[in-house]
């Protein structure tokens, strides 16, 4: 899978920067936010370099619902299913983007702002 040395994600997914990894597999890891938003803030990303979500190809399309798959199994290992979490991806920097690297928050653990229904 293709790499970037100057992307946060892509030497996390190596193991090159340590983290508090959750979950892996040949196309996804999962690992806590450093600076999380709510008590439970773990980031879902493929380990394959991609820029963002306007980035995503039509035969890499199903690695969002891969990403899904992931989060509803964090959401049972974190005990949360029942109680509910957010799936927020981010798509550039007016959309809040930070790393440019496609990647999935899952934010949940307590009460979320209805902002959006």
């Known amino acids: 899978m293709k790499e ?15 983290s508090d990894l959750l979950y892996q597999d040949n196309g996804i ?12 803030h ?3 990303v493929p380990r394959k370099h991609i820029s ?17 798959n992931v989060a509803n199994c964090l959401a049972r290992s974190e005990g949360i299913v029942e109680r509910g979490y957010r799936l927020v991806i981010n798509c550039g920097r007016e959309g809040g983007q930070g790393v440019a690297h496609l990647h999935m928050h899952f934010l949940g653990g307590r009460q979320l702002g209805n902002q959006l229904g």
Do not use: H, K, Q, W
């Open 52 to 68: 963002s979500l306007a980035e995503l190809s039509e035969d890499e399309a199903t690695l969002t619902g891969t990403m899904v």
């Open 4 to 18: 970037r040395t100057d992307c946060i994600f892509c030497r996390i997914a190596a193991g090159e920067i340590g």
């Open 42 to 44: 773990i980031l879902i």
């Open 29 to 40: 890891i999962a690992f806590r936010d450093i600076n999380p938003l709510a008590p439970t």
